[in-house]
T-cell receptor
């Protein structure tokens, strides 16, 4: 997956617990994104980052926070997991200095909140 | 709100035929358009991208843009069973973030 790794790949957690998902890239791309994918909704942007300590909200950011202290790592935290956050989470990277900036996606994290 | 719409399908096409997938977008100022392929249980994979200045052909795949009607299409010639997947259309509305459609599920029938 072009040097982008998500961990864990699968996780089951209980309602009300905090959960952190990790995205690690070795491509030195400036831009990183977190999406969730649900049936009937497609991919929806949660948060994104244009550089270290430069993050912003996407369209479905409620209940999520992010941090980016290093270029290579982008962490997504569910502050208090709810069943509505059961989903597949994808991290993506892009580099605006390239001729095109289509995303490269990680393998995804399947999260189940019970 | 910027929107990208696709027919969810499923779209069934005989092997060897042309598969045609369409996507409409809401912002006339959109400049970049992407097609991703996603196999079941896998992550999306970029297969085609075009800018607002023209169509593009890459092997069996052709992406076409109709700016006046605000839709972009993906044609797959000589469809193969390995083309069976969900195809996601994505549009850049003038910045680096992509907005995705919900995807069209394509099934190639042997």
């Amino acid at each position: 997956d072009a040097g982008i790794t998500q961990s864990p790949r699968h996780k089951v957690t209980e309602t009300g617990t905090p959960v952190t998902l990790r995205c690690h890239q070795t491509e030195n791309h400036r831009y990183m994104y977190w999406y969730r994918q649900d049936p009937g909704h497609g991919l929806r942007l949660i948060h994104y980052s244009y550089g270290v300590k430069d993050t912003d909200k996407g369209e479905v950011s409620d209940g999520y926070s992010v941090s980016r202290s290093k270029t290579e790592d982008f962490l997504l935290t569910l502050e208090s997991a709810t069943s509505s956050q059961t989903s597949v989470y994808f991290c993506a990277i892009s580099d605006p200095s390239r001729a095109f900036y289509g995303y490269t996606f990680g393998s995804g994290t399947r999260l189940t909140v019970v | 709100q910027k929107e990208v719409e696709q027919n969810s399908g499923p779209l069934s096409v005989p092997e060897g035929a042309i598969a045609s997938l369409n996507c409409t977008y809401s912002d006339r100022g959109s400049q970049s358009f992407f097609w991703y392929r996603q196999y079941s249980g896998k992550s999306p994979e970029l297969i085609m991208f075009i800018y607002s200045n023209g169509d593009k052909e890459d092997g069996r795949f052709t992406a076409q843009l109709n700016k006046a009607s605000q839709y972009v299409s993906l044609l797959i010639r000589d469809s193969q069973p390995s083309d069976s997947a969900t195809y996601l259309c994505a549009v850049s509305f003038g910045n680096e973030k992509l907005t995705f459609g919900t995807g069209t599920r394509l099934t190639i029938i042997p």
